[in-house]
């Protein structure tokens, strides 16, 4: 079984930068992607950004240019750098990580961005 515990949300201000983190953790799996989602009060959850096993790298539009999926092969965790953030980036922020033969949601973490 595979378990996910996120990390890094927080306030803050337009324009700055948060980086956050995404630790699976079991026995027994390999992973074969890993997808970033939102979800803001009111408003469906939406993709955000993905990292598959060929380390291919994929971005919603009002995300590209200012996040970067990455991923710690050897620590099993994905990173999520968030740059340039603007008030609209406010969400709960959950990572999805795809195995060979299941899925699994993160807890999810708040980025509150405001000034």
């Known amino acids: 079984q595979v378990q996910l515990v996120e990390s890094g949300g927080g306030l803050v201000q337009p324009g700055g930068s948060l980086r956050l983190s995404c630790a699976a953790s079991?026995?027994?799996?390999?992973?074969?992607?890993v997808h970033w989602y939102r979800q803001a009060p009111g408003k469906e959850r939406e993709w955000v950004a993905t990292i598959t096993r060929g380390s291919h790298t994929y971005y919603a539009a009002s995300v590209k240019g200012r996040f970067t999926i990455s991923r710690d092969n050897a620590g099993n965790t994905i990173y999520l750098q968030m740059n340039s953030l603007k008030p609209e980036d406010t969400a709960v922020y959950y990572c999805?990580?795809?195995?060979?033969?299941?899925?699994?949601w993160g807890q999810g973490t708040q980025v509150t961005v405001s000034s």
């Open positions: 079991g026995n027994g799996f390999s992973i074969f992607a």
């Open positions: 999805k990580v795809v195995t060979s033969s299941s899925e699994h």
